[in-house]
């Protein structure tokens, strides 16, 4: 087994409930490798925060157990699991120098001032913030304190990070150039990271793994690769990414391929989670997978309804078999569409981009 395929961190049935009633967490099994980028993510309330606050200590488990590195942690405060923290709101202290903001956790574990001096550098080099040190942190604009709390997040070398939407508060540009920091720093340091967002794009971009939770479970857990493109369950495939869906029921299935009835016209799609015949499905394709021109396998009627430039691509909302918010993207290379609102169309898709899922009520 190499280093990276070793289970570090372990999610053993655990629950978490704040009432006694509902649980916000249920059964959870999860094993994070050693290394690994592994991004929790979900909407609001899907119990991914909660997941992340057990980790850390800050939150109890109501039933199941929790190890890191195979040591039960269940019962071990949070100063005392070595695990460094980075929040959305950088938590810095206002009245300590950028410099004494690192000390802390040092001093905390009782290491000696020279080797505190060296670790404090060496953490401020990798974020690129040494000249800062002596800054306090209200001189610093968002995305230096975040870069700052990073810091302190490293300085002890902790055995495991976890961030919590540590980028939320920055503006799109600077969110995106911290994306891309962030990953090349775990890539550097082999660490193990642990973050919670509610944004997908982001996930994408930084994560080895995505476990994509809703109502307090797991709905898939895979590369980023995979989730975007093999979806497993309709919530994945409309939370992850852009996707169009139509809802049918299945009248034949011939091995890996289903045949679906959408509205008296029949689809063909992979039978990913389709049910029976006669039973309702949801088919998936994503708008990339769509071409304007009958020369796939599906073929359907549509009439533009909304044309907009976003430089790269066109993003031409159409309106096919009842479904008016049906998106296609036609990259800004191909120029010879000459498309207008009103415009009546074939649009074609083959099978292989199309997946037949659980029907969404």
């Avoid at 979900?42 to 109890?60: I, Q, R």
């Avoid at 300590?96 to 009782?110: D, G, H, I, Q, Y």
């Avoid at 409309?238 to 009835?261: A, C, M, R, Y």
Wanted: net charge negative.
């Amino acid at each position: 087994m190499s280093i990276k395929n070793q289970d570090f961190v372990t999610f053993e049935n655990v629950q978490k409930t704040y009432d006694g009633k509902e649980l916000v967490v249920k059964n959870l099994n999860l094993n994070i490798y050693r290394g690994e980028f592994l991004t929790m993510l979900g909407p609001s309330g899907s119990g991914k925060t909660t997941c992340l606050m057990m980790l850390a200590g800050f939150e109890n488990s109501t039933n199941g157990e929790i190890k890191l590195n195979g040591n039960l942690i269940n019962n071990i405060p949070p100063y005392k699991r070595n695990i460094g923290m980075v929040f959305q709101n950088y938590a810095l202290f206002p009245h300590m120098s950028v410099a004494e903001n690192l000390a802390f956790p040092l001093e905390v574990r009782k290491i000696e001032k020279a080797d505190r001096d060296k670790k404090i550098t060496r953490a401020l080099e990798m974020v690129k913030m040494e000249q800062f040190k002596n800054r306090m942190p209200a001189q610093l604009s968002g995305g230096q304190q975040q870069r700052v709390a990073l810091a302190r997040s490293l300085v002890f070398e902790p055995d495991l990070v976890l961030m919590d939407e540590p980028l939320g508060a920055l503006d799109k540009q600077l969110r995106e150039q911290m994306q891309y920091e962030i990953k090349h720093l775990h890539e550097e340091l082999e660490i193990t990271v642990v973050y919670v967002t509610h944004d997908q794009s982001e996930a994408l971009t930084m994560s080895d793994r995505v476990a994509v939770f809703n109502d307090g479970v797991i709905q898939q857990l895979a590369s980023p690769n995979e989730l975007y493109e093999k979806p497993t369950n309709s919530f994945v495939a409309q939370f992850i990414g852009e996707n169009n869906k139509f809802d049918g029921k299945v009248i034949s299935i011939d091995g890996e391929i289903v045949t679906v009835e959408v509205n008296g016209n029949e689809f063909k799609a992979l039978a990913v989670n389709s049910g029976d015949i006669g039973e309702k499905t949801t088919i998936s394709i994503r708008p990339e997978r769509v071409r304007i021109d009958d020369s796939l396998e599906n073929v359907a009627d549509a009439e533009v309804v909304e044309l907009i430039y976003l430089g790269d691509h066109i993003r031409c909302r159409l309106s096919v078999e009842k479904n008016s918010k049906f998106i296609v993207k036609i990259p800004n290379s191909i120029n010879n569409y000459i498309l207008k609102r009103g415009d009546k169309k074939k649009i074609s898709w083959n099978a292989a981009d199309c997946r037949a899922l659980d029907y969404e009520l």
